[in-house]
């Protein structure tokens, strides 16, 4: 897969979040691009916009040596950079996702103001175009704050030319978010789809549009459908912005690889279940680091260790942790000692809780060991 866009000197976005994204998806990364930036999780310090002949440069020894399976475009930067980018999707019969990239999450501007108008015919080459609310209104002159705005915009889009067009509601005040696909349907008719997911309350999405709209063209990159590419793409980022990564002084960034971290600690977890399940007779519930559904929970029963089981416990778990505790082993206890700290229900344990009880004791610890050690001391 190739990335066209700028860098970013903190890693978190531009070209850095790329590959990242592409790598953890299971595509092979390659780049172009377009200009250098100095920045972190705090801002953008300064810009260096790269010649368009050096692009041009880099595009052109990309595809004569590699099979490129989708493109992807981030920061663009000038008009000249955007008309070359979109004289080769013209040339380029693999998908073209194009994230219109213009301001930064830090409020910091990376498009030339008189280059806005010069996407006009990149995005009528594009198989998928991924404006937020921001950049929606700059390209469509409608400032999406409801639903109804959000498919209004992606059929503004569809009609410039675009195959389809993901309308990010990232920016739109609402609870869930709602990300609205656009395409048109056999009878030419528009064709909408809403994905939604609970909002995180968190400043750490730098980067979240690079990984989104990377996260997509690797799936489709591999052979999915615009649809199926979209749905994988936002759960993998709704994933990562739920578990951000804390690095630098400012907001940190998204969790670029968070998935493909989260399935290498399924083992582990099942490992830890059995583990603490020899230690007792009752239930034992053991989430994966980054886990954000059943599905990410291993709990125990009478045909061994499964993920995925309907279980009370795994529920209450992963109530637990969505209330920010730090915890990844959950045993429904017979009873409680003394000294454990018990909340009264779910929404009141903190940083410190052992145990909560929520219909019964349920003991929490962040892991196998911890929890072999409570065990132990209700013996």
Known sequence: MLSVAGTDAGGGAGIQADVKTTEACGAFGTSAVTSVTAQNTRGVASTHVLPVEEVSAQLDAVFDDFDVAAVKTGMLATTEIVELVADRARETQCPFVVDPVMVAASGDRLLAPDAESAYEALIAQATLVTPNADEAAVLTGVEPETAEDLRAVGETLVETGAEAALVKGGHVASDPVRDVLVRRSDDAAFEHETFTHPRVDTDATHGSGCTLSSAIAAELAAGASTRT???????????????????????????????????????????????????????????????????????????????????????????????????????????????????????????????????????????????????????
């Open 229 to 379: 590419a979209v749905d994988r793409g936002v759960d993998l980022l709704a994933r990562a912005v739920r578990y951000p990564l804390d690095v630098g002084e400012g907001p940190g960034a998204v969790h670029h690889t968070v998935a493909l971290r989260n399935d290498a600690a399924r083992e582990q977890s099942r490992e830890w279940a059995a583990s603490v399940a020899g230690e007792t007779s009752e239930t034992v519930a053991v989430a994966t680091p980054y886990a954000d559904g059943p599905a990410d929970v291993a709990t125990t029963g009478d045909d061994g260790v499964r993920f995925g089981r309907d279980d009370p416990l795994a529920e209450t778990l992963l109530a637990v942790r969505e209330h920010g505790v730090d915890r990844r082993v959950a045993v429904r206890a017979a009873g409680a000692a003394d000294d454990w700290t018990v909340a009264e229900r779910v929404g009141r344990v903190d940083a410190e809780t052992d145990a909560v009880v929520d219909g019964e004791v349920v003991m929490l610890a962040r892991d196998a060991a911890t929890a072999r050690e409570l065990l132990d001391g209700v013996a």
